[in-house]
C-alpha cells in the first residue's frame, strides 16, 4: 500500500506565498506523473499543476507565472511553490501520484488527504 501525505496549507494574505509538500511512502517501485489538484467549495477539483519524472511540468492558466512545481525522486516527494496568492487560489490542494508498486509489479494512481489553502486579508 501506498500513502501520500500533504503539508504545507494554511491562512495566508493576498499576495503572500507557501510551499507545499507531499510525501509518499510505502510498498513504491518507482513513482509516474505527480500532481497538484484543488478543490473549491461548489467546484470540481481541477488540475492545478503536473510532473513528469523527468521533469516535464503542465500548469492550469491560472497559476502560470506563480506556481512552480518540482519533485525529488530520491525523496518521493512533490512540491508546488505558490506566489503571488490571490483570494481565488482558496481551495483544498490534493497530490496524485502514479505509482508502480513493487510485489505483484502493477501501476495504481493514489490521492493525498488535501491541505487547506486559504488566502485571505
Known amino acids: 500500500q501506498v500513502q501520500l501525505v500533504e503539508s504545507g496549507g494554511g491562512l495566508v494574505q493576498p499576495g503572500g506565498s507557501l510551499r507545499l509538500s507531499c510525501a509518499a511512502s510505502?510498498?513504491?517501485?518507482?513513482?509516474?506523473?505527480m500532481g497538484w489538484y484543488r478543490q473549491a467549495p461548489g467546484n470540481q477539483r481541477e488540475l492545478v499543476a503536473g510532473?513528469?519524472?523527468?521533469?516535464?511540468?503542465t500548469y492550469a492558466d491560472s497559476v502560470k507565472g506563480r506556481f512552480t512545481i518540482s519533485r525529488d525522486n530520491a525523496k518521493n516527494t512533490l512540491y508546488l511553490q505558490m506566489n503571488r496568492l490571490k483570494p481565488e487560489d482558496t481551495a483544498v490542494y490534493y497530490c496524485?501520484?502514479?505509482?508502480?508498486?513493487?510485489?505483484?509489479?502493477?501501476?495504481?494512481?493514489?490521492w493525498g488527504q488535501g491541505t487547506q489553502v486559504t488566502v485571505s486579508s
Open positions: 510532473i513528469t519524472r523527468d521533469g516535464s511540468t
Open positions: 510505502g510498498s513504491i517501485f518507482s513513482i509516474l506523473n
Open positions: 496524485k501520484a502514479s505509482v508502480v508498486l513493487a510485489t505483484p509489479i502493477r501501476r495504481d494512481d493514489y
